[in-house]
């Protein structure tokens, strides 16, 4: 019954997508008609045997070598329209038509990508508004007009191409100009084949939809719509598929067909229209010449020669992912038909080559066999795959030489300036980090001169552990940089066997490490110390003896202590156990952070059962331990009505304990609900610790997931979004992109990671669907009903009132599924849609920076700076007198808006210690130590607990940011009398208000817009 559910759910969504998607012919014929009748006058006015300059196209005839040729005009012999228009089968939004005819210019394309074909694109007068972009495409076909066997696949017909003087084979310059002269009737036998079959057409459309969102698939060297209806109608025409089956069954056969067919190996051969049968050499010949083979009924056209090894083979993994997606629980429809994979998101390490006039290929003319583009793509190709290994487990080459804005005129030598492109997926992590490559033994002479060949004076001759003595790479690179050595070892190959610059060369890699420097590194790279620190610290509480119950565990909290943190804890000189003078210096923060540590004691039956005679036993217990830390280990710790801090190896760690009851929640063995047996403190402590022992566990799994998370927590916070989104819940955000991925693989670089975070940030259906983190992959049916029954429970009251929920992203984990944790009151409604609005355009933005020309900083550095012109109202602080001023990403200013106040600067705080501070004793240096102090959330918590300020609702940077936005909201309080006061409230006033509660810390404010009536 489940399964029925699930296939008539996933028809439902796949009929009312073609029902989005196809076009209305009714509607369209007539337009069509009509303007295919207005290109035929157009022809007919022009007289035959009218002499055709070159001058209309200088530059194209020039480069295809026919500028001595003249040329006449020859009225055709007739029109055919083809392609999807004519087996019903066009897809939106594209809306254009493919007319075989011959005509004067209007605006170029170039049919299949290939520059030296090109097609007209003709535009009506009048633009269509029921189908925006509405276009034809004017086909020339040579039906008979050249002798076939002259085309054949041994044959030679370019004059230019020998080795050695003897003439070489042409076979894919041959198979083109057969594929015009079939052309006419390869489009009859299609629109046979799909003229009585609706659901045939239905699949086309679907396979055309699934392929448009894969753009490493959707190319010249791979498929396009053409082949699609080829390859349904070679299926079709073999008993592959039959009338009884839905679209959606014929789209779940091709796919199987492409994935595991074994016809591929030796071809996929149309029944012959004629007598004239393949036979095995000529099947032999076209396996030898072409990775693919599709060969028409003709028996002479392999329709799929553009089709590469490469091309193919990332079909075959499209495919295979594809019918992954489609064994989901839901059945994948969001993963097949709505998720889009370009570029970007796709690849892990993305390159763009600057190779104008810089490569042999593009300098050995147009008349080849098979175009210059199409040569330098493989041997790019060919120099990574031998140079990364397994490293890469997938390296895309594509250079498209088809701009929208190319003009036949202009001729073919303009498209190498676009860059070449190429996206490569890593294998692995470990792979890719590798310091050492091991090339061949030193007594295999050929293969070690090979390898010295190709690496030059990198290579080098070393003896290993093992007694092995072979050539081989070191790349050297300190830890934290390790995820740049593969950028290194790419420019290496490209100066060295294509000449280029560093300039030539641009590597979408490291462009957003500036968001997690701090001075000149990455404070990552101190963790080894912090987790050292962490080791002496649990070893010493264990150990601990003068306590009425010992320590039966410990367990770190913080983010830092699982690589997760923005800004880990640097290790501070004074917060040792005995000042050392040596590591003493200028510019040292004059506070610390704290990172908490939560302990379990052993059980016991006469801890108290009050609630705050609990909490008041732990702080006495909390005492007792710094005590006796202090005077038996002698580590220092300070201890205040709610907190014990202990500094040891240059850290401060604040103390937790959960009460054993809070064990119930672990063991779930109290009865239906244990919670409600549990505080609220105890509850939180539970979350954070199942939470973070969990995150350490996955990224453990992934390595790459820490810096993403980083990167994550960065961007939510530098767009002021600190108070609506809580680290954890950034965690398990990202956790989502690592642990789902399909329908693309696990991200395996910064960039790539944090553009997926982007996207679900933006895309989720988050109103109707909760997100589910199944980080240990043991969730059952049972698990996801519970889930699901808590989610439908939190939107209850949406249909009576849309702002009406709990909270507007559910986010369930192991330990929380009922999103309890993290999202209970934050993000709402308000904040969500506008996080999700940051997070489109930022997604946007990078893609754009990926793919298209942007090399300077400055454009990605605006990814991260926030437009302080989207708040009513904006506070900017004294950057001085922010706790770690080196964090701040872009200084704030802000020359909009009326200025209402500005403050100076406190003199009772400074973010560094001071000269002066260095020569006082090491207790009055180490009391000089501001532990957790962060002004910025003081001053939120002070703006948000005072009812004057209930209509304003601040945005902030908790990391590191000198900017607060404000927006005018509703006032917080329910007593409905005061809602005139509330828009009668002087805006100037209150905001002088703020500034006077933030003295010493605010620097200006400014009014942007005035609050409307509420």
């Known amino acids: 019954m489940e399964a029925d559910a699930l296939t008539d759910s996933r028809n439902l969504k796949v009929n009312d997508l073609l029902k989005d998607i196809r076009i209305d012919y009714g509607s369209l014929s007539k337009p069509v008609d009509d303007f295919v009748s207005s290109i035929r006058i157009a022809i007919d006015a022009t007289p035959e045997d009218s002499k055709v300059t070159s001058e209309l196209a200088p530059s194209f005839v020039e480069d295809i070598g026919a500028d001595k040729v003249e040329f006449s005009f020859k009225k055709p012999n007739g029109f055919s329209l083809c392609g999807s228009y004519s087996t019903r089968s066009m897809a939106k939004p594209d809306a254009c038509v493919d007319l075989l005819v011959h005509l004067p210019k ?80 390869n489009s009859e036998l299609l629109k046979k084949t799909f003229s009585e079959w609706k659901e045939l057409g239905d699949a086309l459309i679907l396979l055309k939809i699934w392929a448009r969102q894969r753009s490493s698939i959707y190319v010249h060297d791979c498929l396009n719509g053409y082949l699609i209806s080829v390859i349904l109608s070679y299926l079709a025409t073999h008993g592959k598929i ?52 599709i060969c028409d009924s003709s028996t002479l056209v392999n329709l799929a020669f553009r089709m590469t090894s490469v091309g193919f083979h990332e079909l075959q993994d499209e495919v295979s992912s594809t019918l992954k997606c489609m064994k989901l629980r839901d059945g994948g429809f969001e993963e097949v038909f709505m998720t889009k994979i370009d ?38 190709h060919s120099l990574l795959q031998q140079g990364l290994g397994d490293r890469a487990k997938s390296i895309r080459v594509v250079w498209r030489n088809t701009n929208e804005d190319w003009h036949v005129e202009s001729g073919l030598s303009v498209f190498d300036r676009e860059p070449l492109f190429i996206g490569i997926s890593i294998s692995s992590i470990e792979n890719a980090f590798r310091t050492v490559d091991i090339g061949p033994d030193a007594e295999n002479k050929i293969e070690a001169l090979r390898f010295r060949k190709f690496w030059g004076e990198k290579s080098e001759l070393r003896r290993f552990k093992d007694g092995r003595i072979a050539e081989s790479t070191v790349w050297e690179t300190q830890q934290w940089t390790k995820h740049l050595i593969m950028k290194q070892m790419i420019e290496y190959i490209f100066k060295r066997h294509l000449s280029l610059s560093s300039d030539d060369i641009v590597q979408l890699v490291d462009q957003l490490d500036f968001s997690l420097i701090y001075g000149d590194k990455d404070p990552i790279s101190t963790s080894g ?179 993403v998370a980083r990167l994550a927590k960065r961007w939510v916070a530098a767009h002021l979004f600190s108070g609506c989104l809580a680290e954890e819940a950034i965690e398990l955000l ?74 507007a992203m559910f986010l369930a984990a192991p330990y929380d599924k009922a999103s309890e944790a993290w999202t209970t009151t934050s993000p709402n409604l308000p904040e969500q849609k506008r996080l999700a609005a940051y997070a489109r355009s930022s997604a946007n933005v990078l893609s754009k920076l990926v793919l298209q020309e942007h090399n300077d900083s400055v454009q990605w550095e605006c990814l991260f700076r926030t437009p302080l012109n989207n708040y009513d109202a904006v506070i900017l602080l004294h950057r001085d007198k922010l706790p770690y001023p080196r964090r701040l990403l872009f200084p704030s200013e802000l020359n909009k808006g009326k200025h209402v106040a500005r403050g100076k600067a406190s003199t009772a705080f400074n973010p560094f210690l001071l000269p002066g501070d260095l020569k006082r004793s090491n207790e009055a240096l180490k009391n000089k130590l501001m532990v957790d102090f962060e002004p910025t959330k003081c001053f939120m918590s002070g703006l948000q607990a005072s009812e004057e300020f209930g209509t304003l609702k601040p945005w902030y940077d ?53 609050p409307r009536l509420l």
Request: proline content about 7%; overall charge neutral.
């Open 343 to 380: 570029y970007p998101v796709k690849y892990d390490h993305c390159i763009r080559l600057h190779l104008k006039g810089k490569t042999a290929a593009s300098m050995s003319g147009f008349c080849l066999d098979n175009e210059c583009w199409r040569t330098c793509e493989q041997k790019v």
């Open 958 to 1010: 908790h990391i590191g940011g000198d900017a607060i936005g404000l927006t005018w909201t509703k006032h917080n309080s329910k007593k409905r009398e005061r809602d005139e006061e509330e828009v009668e409230t002087n805006p100037m006033e209150m905001l002088k208000a703020v500034g006077e509660m933030g003295k010493g810390f605010v620097r200006d404010i400014y009014l942007l817009k005035p």
């Open 242 to 293: 039959n009338k009884p089956l839905s679209a959606l069954d014929i789209f779940r056969v091709t796919l199987n067909f492409i994935a595991t067919s074994k016809l591929w190996e030796r071809g996929l051969f149309f029944p012959p229209q004629s007598e004239n049968r393949v036979s095995k050499e000529e099947k032999m010949q076209f396996r030898e010449l072409f990775p693919v083979v």
């Open 734 to 807: 990202v956790a989502h992109v690592f642990l789902t991925p399909l329908p693309l693989g696990v991200p395996c670089s910064r960039i790539n990671g944090f553009l997926r975070f982007l996207r679900l940030l933006a895309d989720y259906d988050w109103m109707f669907y909760p997100l589910i983190v199944d980080i240990n992959n043991d969730f059952g049916r049972n698990d996801e009903k519970e889930i699901n029954d808590n989610f439908m429970s939190s939107r209850k009251g949406y249909e009576q009132d849309r702002q009406n929920i709990s909270s």
């Open 529 to 707: 110390n912090l987790l050292q620190a962490y080791e002496i610290f649990s070893k010493c509480l264990r150990q601990i003896e003068g306590i009425p119950l010992k320590v039966s565990s410990v367990q770190p909290l913080d983010s830092a202590l699982r690589f997760t943190s923005v800004f880990p804890p640097e290790p501070h000189p004074v917060a040792y156990e005995k000042i050392d003078v040596r590591r003493l210096h200028k510019l040292m923060p004059s506070c610390i952070p704290t990172m908490e540590v939560m302990i379990q004691l052993e059980g016991s039956g006469n801890w108290p059962m009050d609630e705050l005679a609990i909490e008041k036993t732990k702080s006495a217990f909390l005492l007792k331990i710094a005590e006796n830390l202090q005077n038996i280990e002698g580590i220092p710790c300070t201890a205040t009505e709610d907190n014990v801090d202990v500094f040891i190896g240059g850290y401060a760690f604040r103390l937790r304990i959960l009460h054993e009851r809070g064990l119930n929640l672990v063991k779930r063995d109290t009865g239906a609900d244990p919670v409600r047996q549990v505080s609220f403190t105890d509850k939180m402590l539970f979350f954070r610790s199942q939470h973070a022992s969990m995150i350490n566990g996955l990224q453990g799994r992934f390595p790459t997931y820490a810096p």
């Open 106 to 185: 209007v605006e170029w394309s170039t049919l299949q990508n290939e520059a030296r074909k090109p097609v007209l694109v003709v535009f009506p007068a009048k633009k269509l508004d029921q189908f925006p972009g509405f276009s034809v495409r004017i086909i020339p076909s040579a039906t008979s007009l050249f002798n076939v066997a002259k085309l054949s696949m041994s044959r030679n017909n370019v004059r230019s191409l020998s080795g050695d003087g003897v003439p070489q084979p042409t076979p894919t310059y041959n198979s083109s100009i057969l594929e015009d002269m079939f052309l006419e009737e």
